[in-house]
């Protein structure tokens, strides 16, 4: 089952563009993680939110954590090519020790 | 600092052959995942370890078995491999015992095809 559904599945878009990655859940999570993932490697982790409501700022990428703490976004604003990647939200329920891992955003940044 | 390996990075098998995937960190984190990554699916896990000499069934455990005899090491086994185990499998680590929150740290990954 999964509980974490990520919209859209693809972006492509052209350099200096914005754009709004989704991250959606009907489980409440005790904090949420951004990861992004370049062909070949493995996920890297862009930014932790705990706090329902709580944005954080990571140059131009911004995240927030929904205030029921269901849901978050990354809002990329003037999208560039080295912004191409596959973006994965993770939320962790408790302290379970373990992630579940949404569906992924594919995004390709076009020069 | 290497952190987390992986190896091999790439292999193919035939249907009912078995194998072992090494994953290796020198963090010296306690906890230890073995995730599968498919297309439109994420990342699923497999099996876990919160420490040397425990393993836990993940989210897809079926056709795989696990070992954490050194906190090091946390080894991922096919017994029979099949098709459906085509995939890339990654490898995670992280560091505390008591608090949440903590990130992942993930190997690079390894490509297994099976025909």
New interface residues.
């Given amino acids: 089952t999964q509980l974490l559904e990520q919209s859209p599945q693809f972006l492509s878009i052209q350099e200096g563009e914005n754009l709004t990655v989704y991250c959606n859940s009907s489980s409440v999570f005790s904090s949420l993680q951004w990861y992004r993932q370049e062909p070949g490697e493995g996920p890297v982790l862009l930014v932790t939110v705990v706090t329902g409501g709580e944005v954080k700022k990571l140059k131009r990428l911004t995240f927030q954590f929904g205030d029921a703490r269901k849901d978050s976004s990354l809002h990329i604003t003037a999208a560039q090519p080295g912004d191409t990647g596959l973006y994965l939200c993770a939320g962790e329920k408790g302290a379970t020790n373990k992630l579940i891992f949404g569906t992924g955003t594919l995004l390709a940044v076009q020069p | 600092n290497a952190g ?1 390996t992986q190896t091999p990075k790439f292999r193919v098998l035939k249907t009912g052959q078995s194998m072992t995937l090494l994953c290796a960190q020198d963090m010296n984190h306690e ?1 230890m ?1 073995w ?1 599968r990554q498919d297309p ?6 497999i099996h ?1 370890s ?1 420490g040397e000499g425990t393993t836990a069934k ?1 989210e897809v455990p079926d056709g795989y078995n696990v070992s954490r005899l050194k906190k090091q090491n946390f080894l991922l086994g096919l017994e029979s491999a099949a098709p459906s185990q085509t995939s890339v499998y ?1 490898c ?1 680590s ?1 560091q505390d015992r008591v608090r ?2 903590q ?2 740290h ?4 390894t490509r297994l095809s099976i025909l």
Avoid: H, I, K
């Fill in positions: 987390v906890y995942y995730y439109g699916m994420g990342l699923r896990l876990y919160v993940g990654f995670a992280r949440s929150n990130p992942q993930f190997g690079d990954g």
